[in-house]
């Protein structure tokens, strides 16, 4: 089958489609074969997606491959259409596509069309091969026929190339033998030519060429049986100037169990009853052995080509088949995670490119994806989600690997999620993984969390604050006191070094403006709240209204803006990033993200009692509810809320309420101080200015 040129629909189509609504948003539903059949009808702005890669989906990695018509590693929407088409012409039922079943009848096939007749004929003949008499055939049994199959084959051809004759063979079934022969000592005879050509061309060098008596001298001490390896470095015999080889005497006896195989299967073959030969005979004997190993190739290379030739034709044949059951099984779940992303808001499927789950924290995170090397690219195009990601390196003990996975936290807290935390990933198939958490790319995950947000962000500010401040204080009081330590010793260990020089008396004087700025300051801040506190705290009312609008102030943008991504988080950038292309949003509200991801949930303790566990919780609340009545009722005593039950208390007046009064005692406490402060300023300025008598 090959691919089609696929029209886009003009919007004409008099079809009637079914719609849905899934995460908000409106999508096509395909509900019957019927639909598949007219799948190229429907307009592609309508697709909730328009690509998607072939690797990293939890689907047969092979049937995408067979719909990748143009190999380019991307499953468009015109090969899922050309897919569509071509399954709905060869099937008869359209609606059995829809069961998803990895085997299909025979009754099932198309025989009015041409190819679904022959589909059917290929089924009907792999199951006669494989001896199943059965209307149905299955696709782990056509792949079980095409391991056999294959195997089979590589087994006839062994056999074939074992048995192979080829027309020229100059020394009958013992050629291959006397090819292997020859090839042992071809090198061995070409070098002692070689040096019968030397000492022609200078008898001077004879002895040079030979091998020298202070050679063997070397090794006669020893047991020769070991030396085999240093004699058949010698030539294979003496050289010569005639330049004849001998055949039966005078050969190097590292050589002389090799040659006396050529000399059996080749020379007296060639040359019975010869003592000798000359470099052309030799060269005749190599030229006979190249020919026919250059014969006995050809033939090899035409059968290795025939039998590939008919293997390809074979599995052409088969290829369609194995195409219509990957298809007749995975074709719908694919359309499921293509057209309308139906299987994402069914808690009870896993979508195509959701991997596993991810534990952490008492948590487990259901959506999570596989992702490439290149995390931190990933992490810049999903960062359009609104959602909090978390990134982990995953590593298998068992299978040796390592990869990258993104999860969405969409429920809890974030309190204890930080890089570097361990997780443990379970893919799939169920094999667990450990996992690092990576990177986080931090978005509000409820409108709870986000009210106390920016208090535990000022905490954990006031924490690194003063534990920096802490630790300078530490590391300069250290410095101090080993520099006074330096010193002391100094002074000791030289007593006629001249002491440091005293350092000055504090000048008051010029500090009396600072004093007495600080002083005035004091007593307008301490003025100005006690006007605020005397507005705010006149009645139960105003202070429960005042409390409640510093509240606001502070976590209302927080919330607000955490309302507003809560409604927009969209999986659609986090797939974008995964080399997806979305048509649509996929929208993950607040009520749909619960379901992706459940956090622990424990019964009632029935066991003893802990000795060493905490307070309990419902002891703090207790303490905290009777602090807040504690402080209501105190507000509404001094503001004369119980004088209707005989309950009196300080009298409340606008401008002398009892906060009014506390500060402004303090208020007037603080006046005096500075008014003191100043005088002494003065007078301490006017004796340092009189000179010393």
């Known amino acids: 089958m090959e691919k089609n040129q696929t029209k886009l629909p003009n919007g004409k189509s008099k079809y009637k489609w079914h719609y849905c609504s899934l995460g908000g948003t409106k999508r096509v539903c395909i509900t019957c074969g019927e639909d598949l059949a007219h799948l190229a009808e429907l307009d592609q702005k309508l697709w909730t997606v328009l690509s998607c890669p072939v690797k990293g989906l939890e689907l047969d990695e092979r049937t995408l491959d067979l719909i990748d018509y143009d190999r380019d590693g991307k499953i468009r929407a015109d090969e899922v259409i050309t897919a569509a088409e071509w399954l709905c012409s060869v099937v008869k039922d359209k609606d059995m596509i829809l069961k998803g079943r990895d085997y299909i009848d025979l009754s099932d096939f198309n025989t009015e069309n041409e190819e679904g007749a022959q589909l059917r004929d290929c089924a009907e003949q792999v199951l006669k091969i494989m001896g199943l008499e059965k209307t149905t055939i299955s696709l782990p049994e056509l ?66 060429l030979d091998v020298s008596v202070e050679k063997v001298a070397e090794i006669s001490e020893k047991n020769l049986a070991t030396s085999i390896e240093e004699i058949s470095k010698y030539p294979l015999c003496k050289p010569n100037p005639n330049a004849l080889l001998p055949i039966k005497d005078g050969i190097n006896p590292a050589w002389q169990s090799q040659f006396a195989k050529v000399k059996e299967l080749v020379l007296d073959v060639d040359y019975p009853g010869k003592d000798s030969l000359t470099e052309e005979e030799w060269n005749a004997v190599v030229a006979k052995i190249d020919a026919y190993v250059a014969a006995k190739d050809e033939e090899t290379k035409n059968i290795n080509d025939n039998q590939e030739e008919k293997l390809t034709n074979e599995h052409d044949a088969i290829k369609p088949l194995e195409r219509l059951l990957h298809l007749y099984r995975d074709f719908f779940t694919l359309l499921r995670n293509y057209v309308a992303m139906v299987d994402f808001y069914d808690k009870n499927i896993a979508a195509t490119f959701q991997a596993g789950k991810l534990y952490v924290d008492s948590r487990c995170l259901n959506l999570c994806l596989k992702v490439g090397p290149e995390v931190a690219k990933h992490l810049d195009n999903s960062a359009l989600s609104d959602m909090f990601l978390i990134y982990c390196k995953c590593t298998s ?9 993104v999860a969405v936290l969409t429920s809890g807290d974030i309190n204890n999620i930080r890089v570097g935390k361990n997780a443990v990933f379970y893919d799939n198939s169920g094999q667990d993984w450990d996992a690092v958490i990576t990177h986080i790319k931090e978005n509000p995950i409820s409108v709870r969390e986000a009210f106390w947000s920016p208090y535990r962000k000022f905490g954990n500010w006031c924490k690194e604050k003063f534990t920096k401040s802490a630790e300078e204080k530490e590391a300069n009081a250290f410095e101090n006191l080993t520099a006074k330590a330096d010193a002391t010793t100094s002074a000791v260990a030289a007593p006629g070094v001249a002491p440091a020089a005293v350092k000055k008396p504090f000048d008051i004087a010029k500090f009396a403006g600072i004093f007495a700025a600080i002083g005035m300051a004091l007593g307008f801040i301490l003025n100005a709240l006690t006007g605020i506190f005397s507005a705010v705290f006149h009645s139960a009312l105003s202070a429960v209204i005042f409390i409640l609008i510093i509240m606001l102030c502070i976590s209302g943008p927080s919330m607000v803006l955490a309302w507003l991504k809560l409604r927009s988080r969209n999986l659609g950038p986090v797939l974008n990033a995964n080399g997806w292309a979305i048509n649509s949003k996929i929208i993950v509200n607040s009520r749909f993200g619960r379901t992706l991801t459940e956090r622990a949930k424990y019964p009632a303790v029935v066991m003893t009692k802990d000795p060493y566990a905490p307070m309990p919780k419902w002891l703090i609340r207790l303490i905290i509810l009777l602090v807040i009545l504690v402080i209501v ?30 500060f402004g005692a303090v208020s007037e406490e603080m006046a005096a101080a ?20």
């Open 633 to 662: 009722f105190l507000v509404l005593y001094f503001n004369n809320y119980f004088d209707r039950f005989g309950i009196e208390a300080l009298h409340y007046d606008k401008d002398n309420s009892w906060i009014g009064k506390i």
């Open 143 to 208: 792949n079980e026929f095409l391991e056999h199959y294959d195997e089979d084959c590589a087994k006839e051809l062994e056999t074939t190339l074992e048995n192979l004759s080829v027309s020229v063979s100059p020394y009958g079934a013992k050629s291959d033998d006397a090819v292997a022969a020859v090839d042992a000592i071809r090198d061995k005879v070409a070098d002692y030519f070689l040096r019968c050509k030397f000492i022609q061309f200078h008898d001077d060098c004879a002895e040079a």
């Open 674 to 693: 500075g008014e003191e402060l100043n005088e002494a300023v003065a007078e301490a300025a006017e004796t340092a200015s009189t000179p010393a008598q």
């Open 397 to 405: 003990r068992v299978k040796n690997e390592t990869m990258n996975i």
